[in-house]
């Protein structure tokens, strides 16, 4: 494992705060900073010269994503956010009338949103109410009928830490002939995903969060069996075979996922998430899925034990993610919450009626220790 030193070397953010918010933005690491200041400094000097270079980046950098998830590189494609990458699953099915999709009531709004747009198309959206802050594959899977076409959710859930058996989920979903889109943003770059072994239909995942790259890039999963259930909303420049045949500008699709890629991809993005996809390589994802899921039992024992209570305690051991929220009762409901724990270099996602903790690898037990006593001394300030 890493030295403090080396840690605080590669997340320059550490060094003075005790940084618990990777779940809202991951701390921008040293080598997808660099990653970038080289690419600016690269295309400043040398132009178009350097494109080509950046190009051959992007196809390095699909291999690599096909490594880490066990999958495909032409399963891969990336585009602008992961809200971007799942709004291609619902523009993409060849949707009827009257079609319906299974979704968790208590779901992000970037997965929500795109599938009531789909009431325009005749779609009914049909939303499972959470059963002890949690909705559970099997309650998923439940609410299918016959018109169920696809189940859309979160691996793990922004607003609860709640971790979606996947597995179970998708291995139902497949055997009544209903398709799976999984948002991964809150567990791809903590959590090791095997892609393959999932049975997943189609992914997504954002490279500014547990990743700790840079924002607007979205990452989109397609596995190879399920690209011919979706049609392109629309076609551009990199859409189809040979993007640079300008010649030829009726051609067949592109391969894989990179049909769904419609203009010049951001090489810059696409630059950092390289370097930061070597990185949590390089530290190993079996490595960091043991870190953050002992710091996130070290918070939640660490809330029992100073009577703070937090949501999941009754939830099955493998349904308890990373992230931690903790209630925001009594004392901690104060609204001058958020900024006395800034005030001690405690970054922490303060929100309606919770304290939203997301510790990743680079934190230690001595940052839940700070975290707990601060948040034992403000309350007992305001008794």
């Not at 551009?236 to 203009?263: C, K, T, W, Y």
Request: net charge neutral; aromatic share 8%; glycine share 8%.
């Amino acid at each position: 494992m890493l030295s403090r030193a080396e840690i605080e070397e590669l997340f320059p953010a550490t060094r003075n705060l005790v940084y618990l918010d990777t779940a809202y933005r991951g701390p921008l690491c040293k080598p997808a900073r660099d990653a970038a200041e080289e690419y600016l400094r690269s295309v400043s000097e040398r132009g178009s010269l350097e494109i080509q270079r950046y190009i051959d980046l992007m196809h390095g950098c699909r291999k690599r994503l096909a490594n880490v998830f066990n999958a495909k590189s032409d399963e891969f494609v990336f585009l602008a956010n992961a809200t971007d990458a799942f709004s291609r699953v619902t523009l993409g099915i060849d949707w009827r009338e009257g079609d319906e999709v299974v979704a968790p009531e208590n779901d992000y709004p970037g997965v929500l949103r795109p599938l009531l747009d789909l009431r325009r198309r005749g779609v009914k959206l049909v939303l499972v109410p959470p059963r002890d802050d949690a909705v559970f594959a099997e309650q998923l899977l439940a609410a299918c009928t016959p018109r169920t076409r696809l189940i859309a959710a979160s691996h793990v859930n922004f607003r609860t830490g709640f971790c979606l058996d996947v597995s179970t989920l998708c291995a139902g979903a497949k055997k009544k002939g209903v398709l799976t889109a999984i948002d991964f943003v809150q567990s791809a770059g903590c959590l090791q995903l095997d892609f393959g072994a999932l049975g997943v239909d189609f992914g997504n995942f954002a490279a500014r969060k547990w990743f700790c790259a840079l924002d607007t890039l979205g990452i989109f999963y397609v596995r190879e069996e399920s690209l011919n259930k979706l049609t392109p909303h629309t076609l551009g420049l990199f859409s189809v075979a040979e993007p640079h045949n300008f010649d030829a500008i009726d051609q067949p699709l592109a391969p894989g996922a990179r049909r769904f890629m419609l203009g010049a991809p951001p090489y810059i993005q696409i630059a950092a998430f390289d370097a930061a996809l070597e990185l949590y390589q390089r530290v190993g994802a079996a490595e960091i899925e043991r870190g953050v899921r002992g710091l996130g039992k070290a918070t939640r024992e660490g809330a029992k034990a100073a009577k703070i209570g937090c949501m999941g305690e009754r939830w099955p051991a493998n349904a308890q993610s990373p992230i931690v929220c903790l209630h925001r009762e009594g004392k901690l409901a104060d609204e001058s919450l958020e900024p006395r724990l800034l005030e001690k270099g405690i970054v922490a996602s303060v929100r309606k009626g919770i304290v939203r903790i997301s510790p990743h690898w680079f934190n230690t037990a001595t940052d839940l220790q700070k975290l707990m006593r601060e948040l034992a001394d403000q309350t007992s300030k305001h008794i």
